[in-house]
Each structure stands twice: as structure tokens, then as C-alpha cells.
């Protein structure tokens, strides 16, 4: 049984170096993740940062998503009449 996990830890950690040896950038995020790095507060953070970003920015899409409801509102009225406006200013 001692074999079977020694052999387990071995695997591990040969899969951890060559993940580290292969994708720095991409270790560093994963071991963030689990913990395992000395700076996992600042992905916590960073996974915050990113969920408020894309909360404004959902806000901001339907924000301009009901201006250009209004402007399509306004430019296919029939009663706007935009072309005989162009025609008094020129």
C-alpha cells in the first residue's frame, strides 16, 4: 500500500514539473488556484476584479442597447420627418 502512494507522489509531482517546465504562466495560474502559490489572495482578487468589470460592463451594454432603441425609434417615425429638415438647412 505504501508503494501504491509513493508511486502516486512520484506521478504527481513528475506531472507538476513538467506542467511548470512546459507552461510557466499557465502553472503559476493553476497552483494561484489551489493555493499552492504564495500570492492565491491576488487571484482571488484578481477573479473578483474580473466579475465586477464584467458587471458594469453588462450594464453598460444594456445601457446603450436601450439608447439605440430610442434612436431607431426616432429615425423610422414617419412623423419626424428628417428629410424636409435636411432641406431647410440646405
Known amino acids: 500500500m505504501a508503494e501504491v502512494v509513493l508511486s502516486f507522489l512520484l506521478v504527481a509531482a513528475v506531472v507538476a514539473m513538467v506542467l511548470a517546465w512546459r507552461s510557466p ?3 503559476v ?3 494561484r488556484v ?3 502559490s504564495q500570492n492565491s489572495s491576488s487571484a482571488v482578487s484578481e477573479d473578483l476584479a474580473a ?3 464584467l458587471a458594469e460592463l453588462e450594464k453598460e451594454n444594456a445601457e446603450i442597447k ?9 429615425v423610422t417615425d ?5 428629410d424636409q429638415r435636411i432641406r431647410k438647412l440646405g
Open 25 to 27: 504562466s499557465r502553472f
Open 29 to 31: 495560474q493553476w497552483a
Open 34 to 36: 489551489l493555493g499552492l
Open 51 to 53: 466579475r465586477e468589470r
Open 66 to 74: 436601450a439608447r439605440l432603441q430610442v434612436l431607431e425609434t426616432i
Open 78 to 82: 414617419s412623423s419626424y420627418e428628417l
